[in-house]
């Protein structure tokens, strides 16, 4: 079971749904799209508040001319060893300025949760059980220093950027 998580704890209803062949968005949901039918369906209507699922090898740079018209982001982690999509997500804060939701969907496991905050991602659709576990007890787990550049904004405005206590 698929549960879906944000710092502020776990999300009930969430309306999102990765679609494929098997599986569709009904009419009380919304529909994350890959990006071939995402551009498709952004060439066709001016629909907004689309969902784009972005996996491993695509290039998240096509993106940017639709960033206003995309609600949510869900960066693939198909496995805990590709770490492509920490990349993705750090290039749609950083550099492309999407202020929307970034997901991780996939092999969503407890140790690079802390890693994935910090390059820009704000929920996670969680299916391991000890994952589930740990993040309903708080357990978070994380280094406190950090020395390099994150997406993610410091909350003491007056430190450097990549140095400082989290």
Same mark, same amino acid.
């Given at each position: 079971?698929?549960?879906?998580?944000?710092? @502020?704890?776990? %999300? =009930?209803?969430?309306?999102?749904?990765?679609?494929?062949?098997?599986?569709? /968005?009904?009419?009380?949901?919304?529909? +994350?799209? =890959? +990006?071939?039918?995402?551009?498709?369906?952004?060439?066709?209507?001016?629909?907004?508040?689309?969902? %784009?699922?972005?996996?491993?090898?695509?290039?998240?740079?096509?993106?940017?001319?639709?960033?206003?018209?995309?609600?949510?982001?869900?960066?693939?982690?198909?496995?805990?060893?590709?770490? !492509?999509?920490?990349?993705?997500?750090?290039?749609?804060?950083?550099?492309?300025?999407?202020?929307?939701?970034? !997901? /991780?969907v996939?092999? %969503?496991?407890?140790?690079?949760?802390?890693?994935?905050?910090r390059?820009?991602?704000?929920?996670?659709?969680? @299916?391991?059980? @000890? /994952?589930?576990?740990?993040?309903?007890?708080? !357990?978070?787990?994380? +280094?406190? =220093?950090?020395?390099? $550049? @994150?997406?993610? $904004?410091?909350a003491?405005?007056? &430190?450097? &950027?990549?140095? !400082?206590?989290?």
């Amino acid at each position: 079971m698929t549960k879906i998580w944000k710092e @502020t704890g776990f %999300v =009930n209803d969430d309306p999102w749904v990765i679609e494929t062949d098997e599986t569709k /968005a009904g009419s009380n949901e919304k529909a +994350i799209l =890959n +990006i071939d039918g995402f551009m498709a369906a952004v060439a066709e209507s001016d629909a907004s508040e689309l969902g %784009v699922l972005i996996n491993p090898a695509d290039d998240v740079m096509r993106l940017q001319p639709y960033l206003e018209r995309i609600a949510l982001v869900a960066v693939a982690f198909p496995a805990f060893s590709d770490g !492509r999509s920490f990349s993705h997500a750090s290039l749609l804060r950083s550099r492309l300025g999407y202020q929307g939701e970034i !997901r /991780a969907v996939g092999d %969503v496991l407890i140790d690079p949760i802390p890693l994935m905050l910090r390059c820009g991602v704000d929920s996670f659709a969680v @299916t391991n059980a @000890t /994952a589930i576990k740990r993040l309903s007890e708080g !357990r978070l787990p994380g +280094i406190s =220093n950090h020395y390099q $550049p @994150t997406a993610k $904004p410091s909350a003491n405005i007056n &430190s450097y &950027s990549w140095r !400082r206590v989290s």
